[in-house]
């Protein structure tokens, strides 16, 4: 069921609506705004009851108000529609959400089916490991040592074990096709969500589960934070940003125009340091390189 989010204000005026597509002239006609958000994706979007909290959920927030300030917007009543790995483009494609807010990496075959905003956060493919696994192993899947230099060390410390990775997502996509599944023995196996992953590993039945690094930490938090480990490296560049339908650069232009002035003004660093603290250099630079100039 969808959840009211009573804080998301986006009306376009009527000098604004003369040039919108299909997508506002849907949000203006239906006075609503339906957000696509997932839920078990933690420090970006989690579900405690009824209640929504974490870094998409305050950033598509954020949007609204910055839009509601630039464009004199009125009210609209927004809702958030929960989604999963395997069904958030096709709501987006079929008009159920016309946002999707959420930890969504942007790829260019998935921009054969959605568009997508100015990038809003960085990560990459990394694993999570018990802290009890063998030394060996730690080093050649969570860290950069010299060690990963090594064909035959790197074949050792893998042969036999077995991975999991959340089905549907760009972590399985790179994690089958690596040079990883391809050493004797290594199975792979996809599981239907996150927590289920992190339940195989902490009972053991698994040695490694693969994921974006930033959902790996924001999970590890949920649980015992002394049980796991978490990569140091990242295997891949994931670029996550906001998807919209294809078709309507208008709605597109408003929303990245919202982003741009959070990236610029400094608040899009109070969002991140409540959900990962205190942002580093090369986030600041981030931010300050993805905006775009007015």
Not at 152 to 158: E, G, P
């Amino acid at each position: 069921m969808a959840i009211v989010l009573a804080a998301f204000l986006f009306l376009l005026n009527p000098s604004t609506r003369a040039d919108a597509g299909a997508v506002l002239d849907k949000i203006v006609d239906g006075k609503s705004i339906a957000l696509g958000i997932r839920t078990d994706a933690p420090p970006f979007a989690s579900k405690d009851g009824t209640t929504l909290s974490g870094f998409s959920v305050d950033l598509c927030g954020l949007i609204a108000n910055v839009i509601v300030d630039t464009s004199g917007i009125g009210d609209l009543k927004g809702t958030v529609v929960p989604v999963d790995a395997s069904n958030r483009f096709e709501k987006l494609t079929t008009g159920e959400i016309d946002v999707l807010c959420g930890a969504t990496t942007a790829t260019l075959s998935r921009r054969e089916k959605v568009s997508f905003s100015i990038p809003t956060f960085i990560t990459g493919v990394g694993a999570a490991v018990r802290t009890d696994a063998p030394d060996l192993l730690k080093e050649v899947l969570l860290t950069n040592s010299p060690a990963n230099a090594s064909r035959a060390v790197v074949s050792t410390a893998l042969q036999g074990r077995s991975f999991a990775v959340r089905k549907g997502t760009t972590a399985e996509a790179w994690l089958m096709k690596s040079a990883i599944s391809a050493i004797e023995g290594v199975t792979i196996e996809t599981v239907e969500n996150h927590d289920r992953g992190m339940d195989r590993l902490s009972a053991g039945t698994i040695d490694a589960y693969f994921a974006d690094r930033a959902i790996l930490a924001g999970l590890v938090r949920k649980r015992e934070l002394s049980e796991f480990e978490v990569s140091r490296k990242s295997y891949t560049l994931e670029p996550y940003a906001l998807a919209i339908p294809r078709g309507d650069e208008e709605f597109r232009l408003l929303i990245d125009r919202a982003l741009s002035k959070l990236y610029r003004s400094g608040q899009i660093l109070k969002v991140f340091e409540a959900h990962f603290g205190q942002p580093t250099s090369e986030v600041r630079f981030f931010y300050g390189a993805v905006s775009l100039p007015d």
